[in-house]
Each structure stands twice: as C-alpha cells, then as structure tokens.
C-alpha cells in the first residue's frame, strides 16, 4: 500500500477515519497532521512519533503502547492558552480536533533528551522500591529541597493558573437498567430491555458506540461487525425510552446502584466549548444515576506480557495494534514481532499483514497451537515460533530487535538457545483481565477463574455483568450473555425482555490459552534487564520481587510499597501481572494473593464535572434579609452568619483633619455606633435571629422541659429568657421566649442555631415525648426583626405606633400587638445591648416599608444604623453571651454564672438537669465565667489567648483559661474582654497574665463579666 | 449515595435529604434523677460500634422532618428495613443468624414499609456462578 508522505504510517484506505477532512495539531512545540475520526495517540502513530513521554520514575523514553483507557504512557498536557491547561489527558482517548495542542506530561527539559534520564540509566539498576526515601532520607531537612528538584525531573502535570472558562453541569437521572459499555453484550443487553418497554441509559466512554465490534474481523449476519453496531446504535437511538450517551465514562458505582457517569461533550470539539448562538454549552457533564438494576458490559483489557525492556517504543498490546490499524488506517511499525499465549492475539499479526506490512514472527508460548486463527497465519506464510516468548526488546528509543528463545513457564525458565530478530514492533499479549473495577467499587471481591486466566466480578443484588466483563470472550456466546443478562435484570424489576434476533456469527474452533505472565530470562528476575509490571508507575518485575523479599507479603502492602497500580493508572494494565509475580515469588497461586482494591474514580474526572454548578457564588446559597437592599445602598460592609449576609459595619465618610474626605475604619464606624446606641438611638436588623413557632396544649410544658429555667408561670404577653443544655448539662442555645397565647409560644435562637434548635425540638417530641400534644414551625423568614433600642427609642416609635408604650403599662420583658408604620406588629421589649429596646417584628414583606418610616421618623433623633460588630460589642459590656462564642460545649450554664436560670425545683427532669448534679459538673475548679480588664486599657486582648497566673513560670506554663470575647469599649474607653478562668468566680481582682506569641505578657485583673450598668437600670428607663 | 425509603413520606430519597442521629432505641431513662452516675454517663455516651447489623435514627431533614429508624449492614451498607419511631425492627442480628436464607431472599418489614434495594453479604455472587 502507499503511504502518505505526511503521515509514513496512515494507510490509504480501511479504518473509520474520514481522510477528506485533515486536522492540524501540535505535539511538543512540533506541528502534525492527522484526520477527524483520530484520537491524539493514532495520529501521533500516524506521523511516526515514537516517544510521547519519559517515564514517571526512571525517565526512560516511553511510547503508546495501548489504545484506550489502560495506556499507561501517553499521558499529555492539553491546552494552548493558560485557562485551558488539563493535566494527565491520555492521548488514546483524546479526539483530534483542529489546532490541539499538546505537551508531554513528564520531560524536562525535552522528552528526546531528558537530564533525568541519566538516573534510569546510571542509577536505574540500584533504584529499588522507595529508593527516594532510603536515599535522600538524611538530613530530613534536606528532604524538601531534594523533593523540589526530583518533582521537577518526574512531573505530574499542572493545573492551570487561570479561571476556567468553561461551565459544568450535573444530572440527575433515574433508570431501570443501566448498561455500562457499548460493545457487543452491552448492545444487545440495551436492545433486549429496550424492546421490553424498560427506561435504558447505555453508556460508553469512547468516541464512538461499538466497542470491539468497530475493530473486529468477524462477520455478522455476513457483514463486518461494525455495521451491525452501527445499525443497533441508531435503532436505539431512535427510542424514546432510551438514552445514549456516548463519551460516557461510568467511573464510580457507589451504594444502591447510584452511579457516576461523566459525560464529554465538547472536548472532542476543542480546547474550551466553541461558543453556540453566543453561549458556552457546558463541556460536560455529571450524570447521577440511580438505577433500577445495573448491567456491567465493561469487556476486558489485554494484558501485556513481561518481558525485558518491554517498555522501549514500539512495544504494544496485541489488540491496540488491531485497534489502530482497523479503527484509525495507521500501522504503527513496519516489522512486527508477536509474543503470544493465546490464539485471539493472532489477530494483530494477521491485520498486520493485511496493511501490507511484515510479520517477522509469531512468538507463542503453547507448544502445539491449533486453533483457526493459528492455522491462517500459517497459511499466510507466517512463522510461527512454538513454545517460545518474547524474552527482551531490544533497543533504546525504538525496538531493533526481539531475542527470542524456548521456555518451560511452569518451571520459569529459558531452555532454548536465543535467537535474535530484527524488527520494530513487539506485539504481546498474555491474555484478558475482565474490567472488574466497578463491580470492585461495591466492595465485593473478585473471584480467580482459572478457565480464562484472570478474575471475574463479584457482583451484588441488582449487578449483573456479561460478555467478556465475566470472561466469555467469544463473539457470538456474548451477545447472548449480553441479551440474557438483560433479561435476568429486568425479571428482577417484576419486567419482561422484548424478543430481539441476534446475529449469525461465524462459529470459530479457538485453542485453549496458557498460562503466561512474566517471561523467564537467562538471568534471575533481579538481575535481568528491567521488565516492567506497571509502566506508569516505573515498577518492574524486580521491583515486586524484591518488595516480597523485604517482607510484604500481602498483595497491599505490596501496592503500596512499590506504588503498583497506583494513580490514574489503576492498575488496568500491569496488576494481574503484578500479583502473579508476587504469587510466584511468594510461592502462592494467584487466588491466594488476591487482588487489589480498586477504587473511583475508573479514570480521572475533571474537578469542573465534580463541582458543577457549584462554584463560585452558587457555590452555598446566601440569605437575605428583608432590608437587604436598604443596607447595600447605605454602605454596609456584610459578615457571614451562617448563610445570612449581616451587617458588619456601616462606614461613613467624614472629614478628615486636612479637610478631605474619607471613609471611616471599622473602628471608628463602631465607636460612633457604639455611642450612638448608648446616647441617642440605634437601630438593628436582627431578622437573622431563628424564630419557632410552637403551639399546642402541651407547649408550656414541653419548654419547661428543653428549657433549664421555669415556664409554667409566663403569662400571655410576657417574654423570658431562655436557657437549653444538652443532656450532658453543657449550655447549647439562649434566646427568649414570649407567650403570645395561652398554648401559643414564640421562641428565639442563636442566627447560627436555629436550624438545629429546631432539630433538637423535634427529637425530643418524637422520640422521648410524642405523647405532648405540641408543634413546631420555623417561622425566621416571616417575621423580620429590627431593634430600636438606645434612650431615645420610646420616642422615635411612640411617633409611628398605636401601641401605649407607657413604661409602666409596657414594662421591660413585655410584648405587645399592634401597628408599627401602618402596619401589624409585635414589639417585644427586650434587651441584647442594655439600653431600652424594642424589637419590632412585622411580616417580612411590610419589613422595608417599616425600617425607612423609622429612618423617616429618626433623623431628629440622630438614628443610627448598627451592624453585628456594634452589637457584639454592646452585649458584652453586659456580659451576655453568644452561645458558641463564650461557650463550647463544656460550660454549664453554672460555669456562666446563671444560677438564677436554673430551675433545679422544677417538678420533672429537665434535659440537662442530671448531668449537673454529677461530681464533674460541681466541681469547684471549673473554668467559669469572668470579665478581664486589661490593667493597660488601650489593650485590646487576643480572643482565644490562653491565660497564665505564673507568667515566670518554666515552659510549659500551666494554662487556667482563656478568652472568649474581647473588644475595645468606646463607652468604657478601655479594652475589656470576657474569659473562662479555672475557679474564676471566687478569683475577684486577681490579677492574670496572657503571654503573646511575639513574646509581650499583657496583664488583666479578674472582674465581673458586667461591664455597665450592672443593676440594669438603662434598660429600664 | 444511600437510597433510604422513608417510612412516613412513603418513597425512596436520595441520602441529601437526611441526617443519620445516632444508635437507635437509646431510651432516655424515665427518671433520671435514680441513676447512679455510671448509669447517666452509658445512657449519654455509649454507643454500639458494630460490624453488621446495626439500628441507627436517622431524620428526613429536607423532607418531612420526621425521626425513623433504619436497620443497616456496617459491611455492605445494605439497608434491610426502615421503620417508624416506636416500633421495633423485624430484622436483626439475631433474627439473621437464626434464619440466614432471610437476605438472600429478601425481606419484610415492619409496619408495611418497603426496604432500600440492597445487598448483604449472602446476595453476593460470583458472576460465573450465575453463567448461563
């Protein structure tokens, strides 16, 4: 045949590429050509590129060596431009598109000549297993420096730098049978359930449905396979009850049938999706499936066999050859040599041969091979060499040559003399691992199946694998197996199969295979040139075997010591091997070393596919409040609170002392909000706050059991505050509590809390009290709050309310109903910062018609907007406390100091009331409530300080506490803070110490932990 | 990804909507104020830490927000019933052992509700057992 000038090794016709339309692309800084219907890795075969990469450990030149998912060399940087870099991309799965461009992943500084190289050849024999370590272990200070540069030399890919342009999408999908892989038992399992009315998802991670089908000799119904497949895909794809997904990888299976499908939809199109009607559509996409049943037609990997030098360019699997001849019209070599120990192999010898090249020598370890395909290939007039294997490639950077020579496998010996022949392709094979990983994925183990040499799924209720996924290689025994597996799945779904005619399969009379994993050398395996197992991992035949000798003879501990089937490889190609070495080393078989776990994903998903949607502001949704908007144009810098946007601060401009304007710190902001609210009036969103409305006959009694104080007494129109515990007797969650009916109460909780206060309410009605008749609804997003508080707060609502707000008819820790600004409300007065306050609460919806009438009203007043950091503030310079913040789940609500919340005669066991009675909780030196006051009062103390009564004393000092709260106080003019302190409340006017990281002991004095007004008259006014 | 039925709400949701609280049948003792510290400290802290069967309360915080038990095998995570707060399981440890066919066939349960497809142990199948 001839050849291409361009591409020396793209044949002029045969192949499923269109040769009309040629595709530019750039592999290492060089430009190529290849054709629509290539993958990377054909069209590099295609231009005669033999090293694509350097090896991970050892830097040793590397080829394609496969031609789908197991390729363990080809791995590549995608991208042109900075935002479009995806690392580790295999080039046998890559589509060519027009202007790729690619780089090696590892190589520096060039794959053709790499500097780290000189460690695979110079240091290559004596780097066993964790040489890195053993090596470069001392002085463990230089192992980071060492790291640097060996990283730099191995590569691994690298993320890219900029925002990815591209959007992701999940999918959430429900079907009854879900069939994994499109090749021949995968179709004719889809068709089967499909004519049987079933819902079908049937996925396949390559570019095209078919599978094997697309290279296969074989006829159906006396027509080449490929367009049978063709014709079943385009009938399914015609149903309605069935989905196709195409560039599919199913790469997890996770409890109850619930399995991850990654879907590529643009990246056969180009680096980033190309833009449709002036949008993006996403690049791909998470389908979330939970199936009914699931069907496992994954087929099986070849596995190569081990040899020396069996990673030089030019060694390849058997069927990769097939692939790329068949599939993509490119032959990668021009003499072939093949090393075989089963009959399908013979294959790639006999498309080899039909490309028009030469086959030097078929290589098979069976003495007396008999079946069909042998009996062509000598009919053909090739030589096939009998009880023979391939013992050592020979070459550098491309095979020159094959040695060749008799072995007893049983006996793992050479007993022939070698012979040596020159060609540039080795082709192995050593027979077909089935794809176990998902069925792995459930946590069943694979079985040994020494009728096909390799391992078998074990598989849970609703799994089912067919076809060569379960070693039934042939072609006609696994559309059946593919068709009754999908019948069996939908009788287990009380569902019938539809009837389908499979095709006529020409019967093939096929010889049993050997056993064949390592091949035996002159020389003892540690000795012998480098066999490699798993040439992603740069871990070989000695590797394993030495690994068995230093102790590890669990086929785990073996993994991890040598790094076998580790990373994106997943031990698709080298791992049977590998436990068969291990096995012979060990002196066990295969079965008894067992087999690896493998886990998600089956190959690498790009962290946009896990994210999704998911990113950026949709990474958690955010919570507004009513006034939102009010804040956002006045300035509010926001804090999170949960969910919620609060507002921090409201910076104002002011001037400065040389006349310009600016914008206030947040230290000066709450200073004048600070004092604003002491002396005239502020105003506070305090929407945020949980509110559960609870109702019904028993609500007065379930409080007085989840509460630590007492409520059979709170009238209608009174408020209380409230204190929870947990059983264990720690303080959980504060907040009033207000009777708006005989059986109708009104709680508050923490902005934190709410949520799980209302979780804790309901376990305890449901499972302890289901008895109490009484109800609970969060009620936080109806009501908005805003608190009107500071001396002059009578006065600026007296003007919009028809409420009396006498101080003696409303009293402090009463609520009354009304209209506020026109409106219905309630006003709880209530008190979080010590001042008269009135909480206003109106249905969310009238909320920013009710705050600017405030605004409205208050100017005369100097109103003044406060956010969190004011409030926080406020509150402790009284001493109260956010739960969370002055408490961790180990303070009672003792240890606060709020003997006056506990109802310890109460008539039933409130929760948390045991707990205190233990010996623990009464102990005298418990860390307690405190206020420190710094004796420097510009000092504003660390929250979180450890504090110190020795600071002389020898390191480690012993700790008695620490801060919980600390702020400067503009009313106080000096810091203060609130602390936990062992024994604090008898340790009045001690001083203590706090020693700083940057070596400064400040110096504080034990106070009360109420700062202001500790008679609480301000509120009262 | 668990697939739990939810005995009130009467469908299989996906494990998003709900929150997993613990052993299940952790009785509060009626009156606490009689147990000796050690007895307090177990009833708080001490759970069941099984390989296997085990009884666990869960909530369909997203859903109804109802509490409901769930018997679930540790190993295969197999959920081999759902059933309400206040009724007792018909599947447990001991009942499994005494009856190993049960799992493989499947099972019923309590109060009408269905059970999460699942998988134990003894469903498990080598796939060239089943080779047709």
Known sequence: ?????????????????????????????????????????????????????????????????????????????????????????????????????????????????????????????????????????????????????????????????????????????????????????????????????????????????????????????????????????????????????????????????????????????????????????????????RAGQVLLTTGALERPLVYAGNDVPGNLVAGAVSTYIRRYGVVPGNQLVLSTSNDHAYRAALDWIDAGREVVAIVDARRNPDGELVEQARARGIRVITGSAVLEAQGSSRVSGARVATIDAKAFKVTGQAEILACDTIASSGGYSPVIHLASHTGARPAWDDEILGFVPSLVAGVYAAGSARGIHDLAEGLADGSAAAARALAALGRSAGAIELPQVAARREGAASALYQVPHEKPTLRAPKQFVDLQNDVTAAGIELATREGFESIEHVKRYTAMGFGTDQGKLGNINGMAIAARCLGKSIP???????????????????????????????????????????????EEVGQWKRPWYFPQKRRAENGEQRMETMDEAVARECLAVREAVGILDASTLGKIDIQGPDAREFLGRVYTNKWAKLAPGRVRYGLMCKDDGMVMDDGTTSCLAENHFLMTTSTGGAAAVLEWLEIWHQTEWPELDVYFTSVTDHWATMTVTGPEARKLLAEITDIDLDRESFKFMDWREGQVAGVPARVFRISFTGELAYEINVQANYAMHVWKTLFAHGEKYDLTPYGTETMHVLRAEKGFIIAGQDTDGSVTPEDLGMHWAIGYDKPNSWIGKRALTRSDTKRSDRKQMVGLKPKDPKVVLEEGAQIVLDPSHAIPMPMVGHVTSSYYSPTLESGFALAVVKGGHQKMGDTVYLPMVDGQVHEAEIVSPIFLDPKGERQNV | MFHIYCPHCAEHREEEEFHPKGQAHIARPMDPEACS?????????????????????????????????????????????????????????????QDKKMTADGVTVADGGLQTEGESDSAVNTSKEAKV
């Open chain 1, 592 to 638: 008894e070393v067992g087999t690896t776990v493998f886990r998600p994903n089956y190959t690498p998903v790009t962290f946009g596919a896990i994210a999704g949607r998911h990113c950026r502001e949709l990474f958690e949704p955010e919570r507004y409040t009513a006034m939102h908007q009010w804040h956002v144009e006045h300035g509010a810098e926001f």
């Open chain 2, 37 to 97: 510290d050690e007895e307090w400290g177990d009833y708080l802290f001490f759970r069941d830490n099984p390989r296997g069967i085990h009884h666990e309360l869960w909530v369909h915080a997203v859903g109804c927000r109802k509490f409901f038990n769930i018997t679930r095998n540790t190993v295969s995570y197999e959920i081999l019933e759902t059933y309400k707060v206040g009724e007792q399981p018909t599947i447990t440890a001991e009942s499994l052992s």
């Open chain 1, 1 to 289: 045949m001839t050849r291409h000038t361009q591409q020396p090794n793209r044949l002029a016709r045969g192949g499923r590429v269109d040769r009309s339309r040629t595709l530019n692309f750039t592999f290492n800084g060089k430009r190529y050509q290849g054709h629509a219907g290539d993958t990377l890795a054909s069209a590099l075969l295609a231009n005669g590129v033999d090293i694509v990469n350097r090896s991970f450990k050892y830097s040793r030149p590397r080829g394609i060596v496969a031609a789908g998912a197991e390729e363990p060399n080809a791995l590549v940087q995608l991208g042109s431009t900075e935002a479009a870099q995806v690392p580790n991309v295999r080039a046998t799965q890559q589509a060519l598109f027009d202007g790729l461009t690619a780089q090696s992943t590892n190589g520096w500084p060039n794959v053709q000549r790499d500097v780290m190289s000189l460690v695979g050849k110079l240091g290559g024999r004596f780097m066993p297993p964790g040489f890195y370590y053993k090596t470069f272990m001392a002085p463990a200070s230089l192992w980071m420096t060492y790291e640097k540069y060996i990283r730099k030399g191995a590569g691994l890919g690298r993320s890219p730098m900029e925002r990815d342009p591209d959007s992701y999408d999940h999918l959430h999908q429900h079907c009854d049978l879900l069939v994994i892989g499109a090749g021949p038992a995968g179709l004719a399992a889809a068709l089967t359930a499909a004519h049987g009315g079933a819902r079908v998802i049937l996925c396949d991670e390559q570019e095209e449905m078919g599978g094997s089908l697309l290279d296969s000799r074989e006829l159906l119904d006396h027509q080449p396979a490929s367009q049978w497949a063709g014709r079943v895909v385009e009938e399914l794809a015609g149903l309605d009850n069935v989905t196709l997904l195409p560039r599919t990888t199913a790469n997890g299976y996770h409890d109850h049938h619930f399995v991850t499908l990654h879907e590529r939809r643009t990246e056969h199109l180009g680096e980033t999706a190309p833009r449709v009607d002036g949008y993006r559509p996403a690049r791909s996409r998470m389908h979330r499936v």
